[in-house]
């Protein structure tokens, strides 16, 4: 049936690359079936952010002031990294500037992250008024250690947390753990949109 199409999810490189040589080499494609690969993970994030993006903005920004969106991610998995991949795109908005802090529990999380982003800048400031404008941060330290909440502790009021351990039941332990930290710093969580921390899993 030439009318047909598939649609594969996969989020591999090797069917990203399988999939585009097929599309484009017709030769091999008498019946031009058209193949679409659908990454669940970036689907899910961008819906993510299409549905409550919005809250990030909570003030219009003013030109003589930067607003600052304060994010932490929590697991650095493949969730972790297609979320701190999207918010760097989004939140390139004219009078913000976006602070990352990834907590993962492999302390070789930061020397991923810099060979797959080698154009990114890691624990410093960038900012490019034509461009987007950010801080990343990467902590070592994992669910059920002191550390833990003292890196939890130490972000700032307001700040969205992000949970991708790889486990829904850690996911909803680990997030149990920062609401109560936040609570203990004196800096409450609350539900998306009003003001506070905003813990998604």
């Known amino acids: 049936n030439e009318k ?5 999810f996969s989020n ?5 690359n399988l999939l585009s040589s097929y599309n484009s ?5 008498p019946l031009h079936i058209k193949i679409t690969r659908i990454d669940d993970i970036r689907l899910l994030t961008y ?15 003013k030109t003589d002031k930067l607003e600052t969106i304060n994010v932490a991610i ?30 993962d529990q492999d302390n070789k999380a930061q020397s991923r992250f810099e060979a797959m982003f080698p154009s990114l800048k890691v ?11 950010y801080r990343i941060e990467f902590k070592h330290s994992s669910y059920g250690e002191k550390q833990f909440l003292d890196d939890i502790q130490g972000l700032p009021a307001g700040s969205f947390f992000f949970v991708f351990t790889g ?5 909803m332990l680990a997030s149990d753990s ?18 506070g921390d905003v813990i998604t899993t």
Request: glycine residues 6%.
């Open 25 to 29: 080499d017709q030769e091999n494609n």
């Open 47 to 61: 819906s993510y952010l299409s549905n409550n993006g919005h809250c990030f903005f909570r003030r219009i920004p």
């Open 4 to 8: 047909c199409s598939l649609s594969i």
């Open 12 to 16: 591999t490189e090797e069917s990203k």
């Open 123 to 133: 624990n410093q400031d960038f900012e490019d008024e034509n461009d987007m404008r």
């Open 74 to 103: 929590v697991g650095f998995g493949s969730y972790g990294v297609e979320m701190l991949r999207a918010l760097l795109w989004y939140c390139q908005m004219p009078g913000y500037k976006v602070n990352i802090t990834v907590i």
């Open 178 to 195: 920062i609401r109560r930290a936040r609570e203990q710093a004196n800096k409450p969580c609350s539900t998306l949109g009003k003001s």
């Open 167 to 171: 486990n829904d039941e850690v996911n």
